[in-house]
């Protein structure tokens, strides 16, 4: 009996991986699957901070082990940050919609994916992609711009649409049939679906828009805002797991705040008190903010306290008390009138 090929499968925890993957699975490869954690992943562990979450019947997951474990393959999940930074700080083939580099990010997955393949003696890799699916990354002119300069070429297989695509070599030299893949194009979710339902896959991540939180407008603009007021764009992953976190208030060029949505956030911003200049609410209950700036004077931290007040059980009270303190835990008390919904423009909120 011949050893079955193997084939790496780059995993992000949505349908069309997860199809590809089976594909693969029913022509009797071997898969393993390869999920990249760049910080920015939906798939994170700021899946569950906000009350809202907790409460939802149905409990976040991480759906790349989750399809993992539907599909009963292997997952590696790859720690990619620090390279990763370079993709996003200076993609070549620029960005999309908004801050997402998905030509670069996935060219530059399906590189380190090489670079497992080859360590660990697989011999290609798939992915769940299909022609003309996202505008930037999943166009057929794209298809081998990824190939070339990932350095894969041809032992790369989109099973999803490989009928659209000229024959890679695991076609050619019979690895799989070619005949059993399949011909999907284009936006239209219904072929995968109906994939799903002939595989017996009833629950399955909803495609929203991208697997990052870099196709996310909000955050993007978050991002921009923190690049734009610090002298270098470099980031840590503190930075952007944060920018997930609470309200960002930006009332001055020199500082900006985090206020906590609810008690979940008040209890993970809580951890970053040692880290950051905060304000705790004394005289009532209300969310934990943290303030990031330098040179801040009396007066910018009584106009941080009349914001953060705002988001607190004293937002109708004439004086609110707040602990201020610096990373040093030194700090004092001070009073202040809770600002109205007026006084905070929307132009402060990032
Ligand atoms: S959505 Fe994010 S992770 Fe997915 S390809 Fe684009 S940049 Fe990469």
């Known amino acids: 009996m011949n050893t079955p090929r193997k084939a790496v499968a780059l995993i992000s925890g949505g349908l069309d991986s997860m199809l590809a993957a ?77 801050l997402n580099p998905c030509l670069d990010c996935k060219i530059f997955m399906v590189k380190e994916a090489h670079k497992w393949m080859i360590e660990n003696n697989f011999d290609f890799i798939i992915t769940g992609e299909v022609v003309g699916q996202r505008p930037k990354s999943q166009r057929k002119e794209t298809m081998p711009i990824v190939q070339k300069e990932s350095g894969i070429q041809d032992l790369l297989l989109r099973p999803l649409c490989a009928l659209n695509l ?13 005949e059993k893949l399949l011909n999907f194009h284009g936006r239209n979710r219904k072929p995968q679906m109906a994939l799903a339902k002939e595989f017996g896959f009833s629950d399955y991540a909803q495609p929203a828009g991208g697997c990052c939180f870099l196709t996310d407008a909000n955050y993007s603009s978050k991002l921009q805002d923190m690049w734009q007021h610090r002298p270098s764009r470099d980031y840590t992953l503190d930075d952007i797991i944060l920018l997930k976190v ?105």
């Open 246 to 350: 609470g309200r960002h208030i930006r009332p001055r060029e020199n500082f900006k705040l985090i206020v906590a949505r609810d008690g979940g956030e008040t209890r993970y911003l809580g951890g970053y008190r040692k880290q950051f200049k905060h304000l705790v609410m004394r005289s009532h209950s209300g969310p934990v903010t943290l303030i990031e700036g330098e040179n801040l004077s009396v007066e910018d931290i009584e106009l941080a306290a009349g914001i953060a007040a705002r988001y607190g059980q004293g937002r109708d009270a004439d004086e609110v008390e707040f602990e201020y303190s610096d990373q040093q835990q030194s700090g004092y008390s001070l009073h202040v009138k809770p600002m109205s919904p007026e006084q905070i423009p929307a132009s402060w909120l990032v």
């Open 22 to 98: 089976k594909i693969m699975l029913e022509q009797g490869i071997h898969v393993e699957g390869i999920n990249f954690f760049t910080g920015f992943c939906v798939e994170g562990h700021t899946h569950a901070i906000r009350n809202k979450d907790q409460e939802k019947k149905e409990k976040k997951r991480n759906n790349a082990l989750w399809t993992a474990e539907q599909l009963g393959i292997k997952l590696n999940i790859i720690d990619i940050i620090e390279p990763y930074k370079d993709v996003v700080l200076n993609p070549k083939h620029g960005y999309g919609a908004n």
């Open 166 to 178: 000229p024959e890679t070599l695991p076609e050619r030299e019979g690895w799989v049939n070619r």
